[in-house]
Structures are given as structure tokens and as C-alpha cells.
């Protein structure tokens, strides 16, 4: 990860002082750096030897950069990471033009590679998590949204990114198609058993370690596994309880959407969703030969899980 911290180093210069600023702040702010890990060890796990895998792995990492600088605007949010967010620090202007800027970085250094195979599929990726993004924005404050349309968003938003990393890390690792799909579904599924866990999270980590406000989607009246379960699976009194809270926003049901959350199960519901989904991306990976990497990837499905931040 050292090769790849040092791409991104030297790929956010800029003679704007105020982009470099801000660029730099979000970048070093901490993150797992999971799927650029996920492109490194892809490859690693296909016998590749280059160096162009640290390229691509920059370029995840920008792109899943740009996004957050993009989400803490629309969601007003102003703790990420444990941290300030930056357009707290910066305001909203500075954190959408440099959303912008990362995007455009990536894409410069994807054009750099030529290879179009790697360009599809990353101009694929990024419109459909803006699509993700915007589904997301139109669910908020909807108490009817259900489960399948919960999925559809966090697939778009999140698990995307996660395909298209592994993707090309099989893309650059040379695998034939076959291999390459089920490198796909790995990824699909790991994120999205990811993205469970966060909104698992969000009812029951602490801020210390989550680096976020505990129910800061509910205060952004967003329509998550958990609350979709208690309006499906509580009491009327319960369902009320959450419907309420989504279509207001706000955190001034929180305590008895917690109760209501606790009451019925839908934390350990919302886990095991996840569990499934781990599964499924372990299972993806069965072909493989044995090797360091695929135990390393073999892993981050079981942390997707079973993380407390």
C-alpha cells in the first residue's frame, strides 16, 4: 500500500493551493483503504507482477474520495472518520469543486493506461454510483421504501465500487472472462455485506470507533435494513414509531427507534443479511489457487462483517 500511497502523493498536485489543501486533508484523514486493497490483492491472487496495479488502486481511492467529499455536502454531515469533514472545515463550494477535481484526476490517469477495457469500466462504475447517489436522495424521508429497493441503492452507491475494483485487479492480473465475473461477484458482494454492517453501525457502534454520530441516518430520514424490518416485523406502535422518524428526519424519535430496533430483532436481522453476503463472496473466490492474496481477500469478507468501525 506504501507503492500506492505514494501515486496518490504525487497525483494530487495541483497549482491550486486550495485543492491540494483540501484534496490532501480528506486523503490523509484516515480510511480503511479497502478497494484499493481489493485491486492489489485481485491482481496479486492472478500471479500479477507489475506496477500498473498501484495506478489503478490510486485511482479507486480517488474516486471513492470524490464521493464522500460529494455525500458530506448533500448530507449536511459534519464528522467523518473521526474528523471535521471537510466541507465543515472548507465549506460546501471547496468540497464539491474538489469532489470534482478527483474525478477528473481519475480520469486522467485511467486515459494515461490506454486501455479501454479498464476506461468502460470505470466510466461505468462512476455513473452508476451517481445514479446510486440520486436514488438514495429521492428514498429519504419515503417510510415506504422496502427492502428491494434499499438493495438496489446500496448496491449503486456502495457495492459498485467494490465490483469495479476487483475487477480490475482481474482485468490487470489477465484473467479470462470467466474468472473476471467471479471476481465481479466477489466484490458486489462484499460490499454489500459492507454497507450492512454500516447501517448496523449506525444503531449500535460508538462514535469513538465509527468515527461517526451515532443515528446519523435517521437524522437524514434515510430508510435503512433496520427500519424497513421493524415497519415489516414490529408492532403497529413500533412501525409507527419509524415511519414517523423517516418522514420528519431529525433525532428526536431516536430513543424509541432504538427500543423499537432492539425489540424486534432488526440488528441481528440486518447482520445476518450480511453474513449472507460474506458467504457469497467467499464462495466466489473457491476457484482460486491457494496463495497469501486470496487469503487476504478470503479475510476482508470475514472483516466486512465482523468489524465494530
Same mark, same amino acid.
Given at each position: 500500500?506504501?507503492?500506492? +500511497?505514494?501515486?496518490?502523493?504525487?497525483?494530487?498536485?495541483?497549482?491550486?493551493?486550495?485543492?491540494?489543501?483540501? #484534496?490532501?486533508?480528506?486523503?490523509?484523514?484516515? &480510511?480503511?483503504?479497502?478497494?484499493?486493497?481489493?485491486?492489489?490483492?485481485? #491482481?496479486?491472487?492472478?500471479?500479477? !507482477?507489475?506496477?500498473?496495479?498501484?495506478?489503478?488502486?490510486?485511482?479507486?481511492?480517488?474516486?471513492?474520495?470524490?464521493?464522500?467529499?460529494?455525500?458530506?455536502?448533500?448530507?449536511?454531515?459534519?464528522?467523518?472518520?473521526?474528523?471535521?469533514?471537510?466541507?465543515?472545515?472548507?465549506?460546501?463550494?471547496?468540497?464539491?469543486?474538489?469532489?470534482?477535481?478527483?474525478?477528473?484526476?481519475?480520469?486522467?490517469?485511467?486515459?494515461?493506461?490506454?486501455?479501454?477495457?479498464?476506461?468502460?469500466?470505470?466510466?461505468?462504475?462512476?455513473?452508476?454510483?451517481? *445514479?446510486?447517489?440520486?436514488?438514495?436522495?429521492?428514498?429519504?424521508?419515503?417510510?415506504?421504501? +422496502?427492502?428491494?429497493?434499499?438493495?438496489?441503492?446500496?448496491?449503486?452507491?456502495?457495492?459498485?465500487?467494490?465490483?469495479?475494483?476487483?475487477?480490475?485487479?482481474?482485468?490487470?492480473?489477465?484473467?479470462?472472462?470467466?474468472?473476471?465475473?467471479?471476481?465481479?461477484?466477489?466484490?458486489?458482494?462484499?460490499?454489500?455485506?459492507?454497507?450492512?454492517? +454500516?447501517?448496523?453501525? /449506525?444503531?449500535?457502534?460508538?462514535?469513538?470507533? $465509527?468515527? !461517526?454520530?451515532?443515528?446519523?441516518?435517521?437524522?437524514? &430520514?434515510?430508510?435503512?435494513?433496520?427500519?424497513?424490518?421493524?415497519?415489516?416485523?414490529?408492532?403497529?406502535?413500533? #412501525?409507527?414509531?419509524?415511519?414517523?422518524?423517516?418522514?420528519?428526519?431529525?433525532?428526536? /424519535?431516536?430513543?424509541?427507534?432504538?427500543? #423499537?430496533?432492539?425489540? $424486534?430483532?432488526?440488528? *441481528?436481522? $440486518?447482520?445476518?443479511?450480511?453474513?449472507?453476503?460474506?458467504?457469497?463472496?467467499?464462495?466466489?473466490?473457491?476457484?482460486?489457487?491457494?496463495?497469501?492474496?486470496?487469503?487476504?481477500?478470503?479475510?476482508?469478507?470475514?472483516?466486512?462483517? +465482523?468489524?465494530?468501525?
Amino acid at each position: 500500500m506504501q507503492a500506492v +500511497d505514494a501515486v496518490i502523493r504525487k497525483r494530487l498536485h495541483s497549482d491550486v493551493a486550495l485543492v491540494r489543501q483540501v #484534496a490532501e486533508y480528506i486523503i490523509n484523514a484516515g &480510511g480503511k483503504r479497502l478497494r484499493p486493497a481489493l485491486v492489489l490483492l485481485c #491482481a496479486g491472487a492472478l500471479g500479477y !507482477k507489475g506496477s500498473r496495479h498501484h495506478e489503478l488502486a490510486a485511482i479507486i481511492e480517488f474516486i471513492h474520495t470524490a464521493t464522500l467529499l460529494h455525500d458530506d455536502v448533500v448530507d449536511e454531515s459534519d464528522l467523518r472518520r473521526g474528523h471535521e469533514t471537510a466541507n465543515a472545515l472548507f465549506g460546501n463550494a471547496a468540497s464539491v469543486l474538489v469532489g470534482d477535481f478527483l474525478y477528473s484526476r481519475s480520469f486522467q490517469m485511467m486515459v494515461e493506461l490506454g486501455d479501454m477495457h479498464i476506461m468502460r469500466v470505470l466510466s461505468d462504475a462512476t455513473n452508476i454510483i451517481a *445514479e446510486g447517489e440520486v436514488l438514495q436522495l429521492m428514498n429519504c424521508h419515503d417510510a415506504d421504501v +422496502d427492502e428491494l429497493r434499499y438493495l438496489q441503492v446500496i448496491r449503486y452507491k456502495t457495492a459498485k465500487l467494490f465490483e469495479a475494483a476487483s475487477q480490475l485487479g482481474a482485468i490487470i492480473g489477465g484473467a479470462d472472462p470467466e474468472t473476471e465475473r467471479s471476481l465481479v461477484d466477489y466484490g458486489t458482494h462484499l460490499g454489500t455485506a459492507f454497507q450492512l454492517i +454500516d447501517d448496523v453501525l /449506525d444503531y449500535s457502534g460508538t462514535e469513538a470507533e $465509527t468515527g !461517526k454520530h451515532l443515528g446519523d441516518d435517521l437524522a437524514e &430520514g434515510k430508510p435503512t435494513l433496520p427500519l424497513i424490518y421493524v415497519m415489516q416485523n414490529g408492532t403497529p406502535a413500533q #412501525a409507527e414509531c419509524v415511519r414517523k422518524a423517516i418522514e420528519h428526519g431529525g433525532r428526536e /424519535d431516536f430513543p424509541g427507534v432504538l427500543a #423499537a430496533i432492539h425489540a $424486534t430483532g432488526a440488528l *441481528e436481522h $440486518t447482520q445476518k443479511q450480511a453474513s449472507k453476503e460474506a458467504e457469497r463472496a467467499a464462495a466466489a473466490l473457491e476457484w482460486l489457487p491457494a496463495s497469501t492474496h486470496k487469503d487476504s481477500l478470503l479475510e476482508l469478507s470475514a472483516f466486512a462483517v +465482523d468489524r465494530s468501525f
